[in-house]
């Protein structure tokens, strides 16, 4: 009886001082960890993200540029900090799904972090040289199905969105093409643009202005409904690959063992900026759009990103990608 009434009073006191730990975050700045170098999406995202929360938690929220390893370093140092909400990790679909199935990491993505919320999503879209003899997304399958491993898909390298996206696309249309592995995203839009290759699933920002000046074609975006950005091109569903859904989403993370309360006040303080329409409107001239706010929770990020590994993880492994 005396171990067990020890026992509770232990957990109360762990209680009351997570709770008063709740109460009183944060104590200092806040370091938010950004995985990859300054003046990226990602960097963007969070500059704009730790200006709106440093106003809702009282404490300057700070952008720090972790580099290295395709994100790697970046997150696993943030995997091993302490569990205090005091420091935090931005990641997407790359860092938090991807980087998992294809390196040895030392750090567990779904369980050695403490899920925040969910902030933005980035649709894909399937373009092709201006040469390409297709005038729909049903006409240039049928295109490449006629020619088997004789037409090539520029990508950013292997494991890059591009390149897991061409493996999926293969995957759901049954057809064969070649990978030509670039180093980024940028010289395979120039070989797109010269006709040497024939076709990317791109990031929208990047490929929208060569598709308005008539250089490249746009045949589908890669999500449900038309992209605000570009109501023009079609959805994967009005094009005819229905469910070929394929976006690069960004998320935020602590610790693992971060209290309930420090939680809730970080997604307090994400869902205020991602409700401010100055925010809204840098975000939508990135390309990027907020989640609903139904998505904007702990739990609904912690969902969206098992069910996220459990569709993505299959394809990567299957398809033996390895980075270099």
Known sequence: MKRWRTWLALVAGLALCSLALGQGYPTRQVALVVPFPAGGPTDTIARLLAEQMTKTLGQPVVVENVPGANGNIGVGRVARAAPDGHTLIIGHWSTHVVNAAVYKLPYDVLTDFQPISLLTSNDYVIVARATAPATDL????????????????????????????????????????????????????????AGHIDLIIDDPTSSLPHVRAGKIKAFAVTAPKRMAAAPEIPTVDEAGLPGFYFSRWHALWAPKGTPPDVVARLDAAVVAALADPTVRARLADLGQEPFPREQQTPAALGAYHRAETEKWWPIIKKAGIKTE
């Open 138 to 193: 049903k006409s240039f399958i049928a295109w490449i199905k006629a020619n088997p491993d004789k037409l090539s898909e520029g990508t950013a390298g292997p494991g890059s969105p591009q390149h897991v996206g061409g493996v999926f696309f293969q995957n759901a249309t049954q057809t064969r093409f070649q990978f030509i592995q670039y180093r980024g995203a940028a010289p395979a839009m120039q070989d797109l643009l």
